[in-house]
C-alpha cells in the first residue's frame, strides 16, 4: 500500500511540472491566437501521444528484462533527478533566478502574436497556424516527458496502474486549474515543486539503479523513504552552505 | 610509455576529473557489492548526495569569484 501510494505520488509530483509547462504553452497560444485552434492542437497532439504510449508501453513492460531496466531508468531518473537537484539548491541559494512562469508565459504570448499579424486575414491551413503548431509542440514534447516518466516509473516498480493514475490526476487537476484560472500559473509554487521532484526522482533513480546492480536495500522499498529523507537533508544543508558562500565576499577575496 | 597511458587515459575516461572520480566511485560499489553490503548501501545513499554537495560547492565558490570579480571591476 505505500509503495502503491509513493509511485502515484511521484509520478502525479513529476508529472504535474510537465503539464504546467505544457498548459503555460496552451494557453498562451490560445489567448495570442484562439482558444479554439490551441485546444485542437493539443487534442492532436494527445491523440498522437495516446497511440505512443499504447506502443512504448507495451514494449517496455513486456520485453525487457527488470534488472536491466531498472539499471537504465534508475540511471536516467538519477541523471535527471540529479539535475533538478542541482538548479533547486542553487535557486534556494541564490545562485540562480527563479523561474518566473509569468515571465515566460509573456514571452511566448508576444512571439505567437507577431506570427500571427503575419497570418491573419489569409486564409491559412491549421497545420500551420503557429496557434495550432505552438499547443501541438508544447502538449506533444511535454505530454511525451509525462509518458516517459510513466512508462519507467511504471515499468520499473511494476505498479503501472499507480503510476499512470499519478500522472492522469496531476494531468487533469493542472487542466482543470488551467480551465478555472485561465491564465498565467504564477501561484503555483513550480521551484518548490521542482525540488521536490528532484529529491523524488534522485531517490528513485539511487534506489533502482542501486537494486539493478545488485545492491541489497536493507528494509525493501522502505529504504525509499530513508533516500528521500537523505536528499531532502541534503537539499536544505548545502541550500544553506551555499547560501553562506554566496554572502561571503571576504572568503572569495581570499581564494 | 607515458604517451601510452595518456592516450589510455583519454580513451577510457576522457579528460574530466569528474567522469574520472565517477569511474573510480562506479568500480568501488562494484567491488563493495559483493564484499560488504552496508558499505554499498552507505555508498549509494550517501556518497551521491555529499558529491553532488561538492560539486555544487565548488560550482558556488566559482560563480561567487565572478560575481565579485565583476563588482570589483
Redesign the interface.
Known amino acids: 500500500m505505500g509503495a502503491f501510494v509513493a509511485a502515484v505520488l511521484a509520478a502525479f509530483l513529476a508529472s504535474s511540472v510537465e503539464a504546467v509547462e505544457a498548459l503555460t504553452i496552451v494557453l498562451a497560444a490560445g489567448y495570442a491566437r484562439s482558444f479554439k485552434v490551441a485546444l485542437q492542437g493539443a487534442f492532436s497532439a494527445l491523440i498522437v501521444l495516446v497511440l505512443l504510449a499504447g506502443l512504448l508501453g507495451e514494449a517496455v513492460t513486456n520485453f525487457i528484462p527488470i534488472r536491466a531496466v531498472r539499471i537504465i531508468v534508475g540511471g536516467y531518473l538519477?541523471i535527471f533527478g540529479?539535475g533538478w537537484?542541482?538548479k533547486a539548491?542553487?535557486r534556494a541559494?541564490g545562485?540562480k533566478a527563479l523561474h518566473d512562469e509569468d515571465e515566460a508565459f509573456k514571452e511566448e504570448f508576444s512571439r505567437i502574436k507577431a506570427q500571427s499579424e503575419v497570418v491573419k486575414g489569409s486564409k491559412v491551413n491549421l497545420l500551420k497556424d503557429p496557434g495550432f503548431n505552438t499547443a501541438f509542440k508544447g502538449v506533444l514534447l511535454e505530454g511525451f516527458e509525462i509518458i516517459l516518466i510513466v512508462i519507467s516509473l511504471g515499468s520499473s516498480t511494476r505498479k503501472l496502474l499507480a503510476v499512470s493514475l499519478g500522472a492522469l490526476l496531476a494531468v487533469l487537476i493542472v487542466g482543470l486549474i488551467g480551465v478555472v484560472v485561465k491564465k498565467q500559473l504564477t501561484k503555483v509554487p513550480e521551484n518548490l515543486i521542482k525540488a521536490v521532484v528532484g529529491v523524488m526522482l534522485?531517490s528513485f533513480g539511487?534506489f533502482w539503479?542501486?537494486q539493478g546492480?545488485?545492491?541489497?536495500?536493507?528494509l525493501n522499498d522502505l529504504?525509499l523513504l530513508?533516500?528521500i529523507g537523505?536528499?531532502i537533508t541534503?537539499f536544505f544543508?548545502?541550500s544553506v552552505?551555499?547560501s553562506r558562500?554566496?554572502d561571503v565576499?571576504k572568503?572569495?577575496?581570499s581564494? | 610509455m607515458k604517451k601510452f597511458f595518456m592516450f589510455l587515459w583519454d580513451v577510457l575516461i576522457g579528460q574530466s576529473p569528474t567522469m574520472a572520480l565517477f569511474v573510480v566511485f562506479l568500480l568501488f560499489i562494484d567491488w563493495s557489492i559483493s564484499a560488504n553490503r552496508l558499505l554499498s548501501v552507505l555508498l549509494l545513499s550517501v556518497g551521491i548526495p555529499l558529491g553532488l554537495a561538492v560539486n555544487l560547492f565548488f560550482v558556488a565558490v566559482k560563480e561567487a569569484k565572478a560575481r565579485n570579480f565583476l563588482k570589483h571591476k
Open positions: 538519477l540529479l537537484l542541482k539548491i542553487l541559494a545562485f534522485t539511487v539503479a542501486g546492480v545488485g545492491v541489497h536495500w536493507y529504504f530513508v533516500l537523505i536528499n541534503a544543508f548545502v552552505i551555499l558562500v554566496k565576499s572568503f572569495v577575496k581564494q
